[in-house]
């Protein structure tokens, strides 16, 4: 299925090549910038009833251009990006269906189990999307944080993915080597995520046609969502039509339900 997105930046929605957001360095590369706000986007999938797509907001700045596309939205939409125990329950009164958590959980390239504690006993398991953003070195993937910026020891794999949905709701996962480059999916990562994966995943990277929403739907065997950002023609992309996976979701919608009928 299809996942909507709305990415801040600076408090404007846009499509950023992930691998270059690294603070600092000059190498910030922007496919789009769109000319709408936030709550233009959140209005859209709540009228084609497109739920649990995630704002994230892109450092600083962006904080008042979330809460009004979760106004726009209320419980549609996961927010991330910044979020702690300290501001987590005001995304979720402010409409959040859950808030997703990465570099706070992981603190020094380690992840932080009294954090993640902590922010069970505040917003409980089910308001909880965790990210596991990873890059690949030495041939497995690790989960990556801190705008994508900052490694750390943690592997992605059938493992630790059982082990911390005990912990969470929903994963969410960007592939961020090619995350905005609109060259293709990476195969390998949504396969081990439709096989070693408990609980909803929602991939995100790469995805530049249609065929790449039904190459996630098969690999992850059903259990993967897949987010498209920049080749979607929402955000200035050619590759896919935005009517197109409005469609490709109800069709799958009405197919499980066949099913379910008959079953």
């Known amino acids: 299925m299809f996942r909507p997105c709305i990415d801040l930046h600076e408090g404007t929605v846009k499509q950023i090549v992930g691998g270059s957001l690294e603070e600092g360095k000059g190498t910030l590369k922007t496919n789009f910038v769109s000319e ?27 904080e008042e251009a979330a809460l009004n596309a979760l106004s726009a939205f209320p419980g549609g939409l996961q927010v991330g990006g910044g979020i702690h125990a300290g501001n987590a329950v005001r995304y979720l009164d402010a409409g959040a269906s859950h808030v997703i958590v990465t570099s706070w959980v992981f603190k020094d390239g380690r992840i932080e189990w009294d954090r993640l504690n902590k922010l069970l006993d505040l917003i409980g398991k ?10 690949m070195r030495d041939d497995r993937y690790w989960v990556v944080t801190d705008r994508w910026s900052q490694w750390t020891d943690f592997e992605v794999d059938s493992e630790t993915l059982g082990s911390l949905s005990r912990y969470c709701d929903e994963f969410l996962v960007h592939a961020v080597d090619v995350e905005g480059l609109c060259r293709g999916i990476d195969t390998r990562l949504v396969a081990l995520l439709g096989k070693g ?19 996630v739907e098969d690999l992850g065997n059903g259990r993967v969502d897949l987010t498209i950002g920049s080749a979607l023609d929402i955000f ?24 379910n009928t008959q079953t």
């Open 126 to 135: 089910e308001k909880l999307v965790l990210d596991l953003s990873c890059r």
């Open 36 to 62: 709408r706000d936030s709550a233009w986007f959140a209005e859209l999938y709540r009228k084609d009833d497109l739920r649990g797509g995630h704002v994230i907001m892109l450092g600083s700045g962006n």
């Open 197 to 215: 994966c408990p609980i909803p995943v929602t991939y995100a990277g790469g995805a530049k046609s249609l065929d790449d929403l039904k190459q």
């Open 236 to 259: 200035g992309g050619d590759g896919v039509k935005y009517t197109d996976v409005v469609g490709f979701n109800r069709s799958i919608s009405l197919l499980k339900k066949q099913n």
